[in-house]
């Protein structure tokens, strides 16, 4: 019948429409079939070996930070993360130390041989900050912030691409592509939860977004446990569940006494904690990627 | 000062309430620290070795049923789940066999020696159901619908149910409180993804949920990954995580020829798909789980 | 260019099968143009002139239910609504009188002129609560109760039926089909509000699902500002708007002394804040509707 | 009993701890119960009687924005907005022809003596961008840019501040605190709808926003109508619904030829649908605040 012809013709026009749309994105798989894989300080992030992205909330002291890189040293990680420039709901909560956490953090990536990655959320910043930074990070908050991404997109150092709290998953590689069409190819993404209905957990983890962005683009992907779940309890079964559905690497938070954390305090893991977290992750990583073995 | 005392006599008032709130419910782990393990028809669900509920979405012909009960027998897969009474968003969609379908699933059970699972939702029906089936299902619109959870709270046979598209965790746990507070203790959870903004996905498959109900009662848990992701493509490494999170199962759907399937044509797994998701998953399940072999 | 007339293509198939489809439904206004006028003992409810629903959460006693009768009687208000079998989240919370309520209902209508309405869960009880009901309620948790939707469609009452907590509008639409394709046309919608992430309010009152269900349906649509905000202080604001918009009534909750409530305590007005909300709508009404003048 | 008192105790620790958290913000009324009511080049906002902001979605020419504007002029309104700066999902759309853009509204503001409102997104063009604008609005995307957000503080003009697609009403507030904390108290915020799972409308209207934000602040309040619906055939009812309820103010997007806009053309009015809507809007604000009657 006419009418099935139609509908044949729809689907037809539909797809050639998707097709087109997808192709033209720097960042899809289309446009580039083979995985993107990211060096930082000689450590590979998409090439299949997932890593390791840990540190505090925030920078809060020279002897704060030091605590948590000795045990990642000590663990065999190299991605330090910490926040010196906070971007905080309330104008009165801890804003963070700035560029003074920054060179905290420069310090002691360069006494422990670490890579440091940190959030930078005014454009005029990112510039200065690569002098200090191996990764710069675009939070959650920033991710539609257009101008921040396009000022990262002339970095020369790699993006840490966090997902918006209420963003698609159309929306999140849009970012990237504001990032990538202006010529910095070098993106990591990061599905952090997405805000919904449900208040057990502090965001819900949109588990699926993994494999959805591993086919669709060429990025690697990591998985932040901590602000997808916001409780402790639910660190290392989030973190297996982003290692076997196929993550690039895994990120949370850390902090010598979480206790009196400047921010975030109910979800940092202690050192003991993250200890037993890493030693949980590697073995699951052994048992199911027996073709890269990890120490 | 006055105020922080205040807010200590606050915090300790809250987790009184909540500690009491828990305790009263039969669902809880504080009412039974223990797993409940469900034996159907002599294979455990809840005992740490997942289990796994495949069939097609509506039960359509004997020969339709009889060539997936093949195919999982083939795999030593025990569990059938066919859909008879389907609830469906239109009143012209497809509605489902009915009885005659339970009848369709039960004489290939005992040929085939599985064990059915079916959804009821009439509260009139439960109790001739319970004829046909090993285990009756709550579906996903009916998780409020109390009059049918009292009645399932009646029945003899183990009831699986459903997360609602919109349930919080907390609702989840109290509409099982229905059923095992009219004494049916056998119940078994399935996580099948909730309503969200997103729509890369059908629904956003909630894979926290699972520790957390882990934790929270003592009932096994399985993860729907078919409704969850609503994606053909998604389906194993849903399943993937699932596992690595500590579900206590995963439910699928298989039809030996989706495209002509009357419901849900887009998200069945034909039988080779089905293969190729079963031999992944067992591998898997044998490398995490070293302690309990599979075969 | 191809491309172009393609899209063209695209475009017209798409309406094509959109047209079919809405057509198809008898809910629809396509279907049917003029607006369905219901009339519940005398009072019209779509004919331009917008009704109050009111009255308890729940039947609690005889006198409890004759305080608010009286009230909306002196208000020349006639449609009373209370709750006699009360779908409760927890199997521990008060799950209301009954058939017992419904008789409360009943005699107290009889006494004071009035139509009552009350919520019906089970199926098996439609025909039985006929003789006590003039409009038989389906509530949130039960739209996509199919079993019971379809036995309504069976009833000689006129069926208020509420959107569930996280329907679209089209699966509220076709919840109405439901009813309306086993015969019964006389349906009445209620919108109360749909489940988000805001939790400033107990739902997120979707006001602009008035005008698209009144452009869509030909039947009267009621905004329940109850259950939508949770919040005695927001039932006034919530009411003007509904009135402003274009309802054909509004639903609200009434208790001699909410304190004491055995549910919903919080959202309940007491007579003086009731009266307060009347004259308040009534002076609205007179203004906004003055072809349609009001006492 | 002991917990009884335990719970009342509870119960005022937790509204004092409220109570003591609403006054520290400089925008809560607890803090100025007086309502806060802005000028704008004569114009008042917040002062009772509602205001309207009108203009293109995009500004994409001279004539464009002429055309609008003795629109406008004719229904005697005074706030004409229009985007220069345009924050747009994919960096392939058209991004807006920035301090050009600006020019040609001043011209025509200046001409017309209208007053003009614009998106800025760059922390570092707030200061140029106050030479052609007479209030400087920030946008959905950018509602948690708190280093714009603090730019945005330290201005001499009005800011116009609308509510992030997810954001809480409680973030929305604190966002407005970040402004007003650096010293800028003339602050409008804009009610634009919120992301839900229903997408029959682009966002969610949450209405009842209105009088929650009224209450809680000294503010005015306007609801964007055009982006909260995202549908034509609904911009009336919407606004005739926030009319009612209590904003201070209607936003919408009007545009010459809707078919060619560079941006949102399904959402935009041309112009003979612009004045049946204002006419439609001031007899409505004609019957409802009869003490502050406009032409």
Do not use: W
């Amino acid at each position: 019948t006419i009418e099935h012809i139609f509908k044949e013709i729809f689907k037809a026009s539909l797809e050639l429409q998707e097709d087109d749309h997808r192709k033209a994105l720097l960042v899809s798989r289309k446009r580039k079939p083979e995985d993107t894989v990211i060096s930082v300080k000689g450590t590979a992030i998409g090439n299949g070996s997932p890593q390791y992205v840990m540190g505090p909330c925030s920078v809060e002291s020279y002897e704060q930070v030091e605590h948590v890189a000795k045990a990642m040293k000590q663990k065999g990680l190299k991605l330090l993360r910490g926040g010196a420039f906070k971007p905080r709901t309330s104008p009165y909560d801890f804003q963070g130390l700035g560029f003074e956490g920054l060179q905290i953090l420069k310090d002691i990536a360069d006494k422990y041989d670490l890579a440091v990655i940190s959030e930078i959320v005014n454009p005029a910043h990112i510039e200065e900050a690569e002098q200090y930074l191996d990764v710069i990070q675009i939070g959650a908050r920033n991710m539609q912030n257009f101008e921040l991404l396009k000022a990262a997109g002339k970095a020369t150092k790699p993006i840490l691409l966090k997902r918006g709290m209420s963003a698609t998953i159309e929306e999140f590689m849009k970012a990237a592509e504001y990032i990538i069409s202006q010529g910095n190819e070098q993106i990591i993404l990061c599905e952090r939860g997405i805000r919904t209905y449900e208040k057990a957990t502090r965001n819900t983890l949109d588990i699926s977004a993994v494999p959805i962005l591993k086919q669709e683009t060429h990025l690697p992907i990591i998985v932040d446990v901590t602000h997808s779940t916001g409780r402790r309890d639910l660190l290392l079964p989030a973190a297996k569940a982003a290692l076997a559905i196929g993550a690039d690497g895994v990120m949370a938070e850390v902090h010598p006494d979480p206790a009196v954390a400047l921010s975030d305090s109910a979800q940092q893991m202690d050192i003991p904690m993250f200890d037993h977290f890493m030693e949980e992750l590697k073995d699951l990583q052994n048992r199911i990627r027996t073709e890269v073995p990890v120490r």
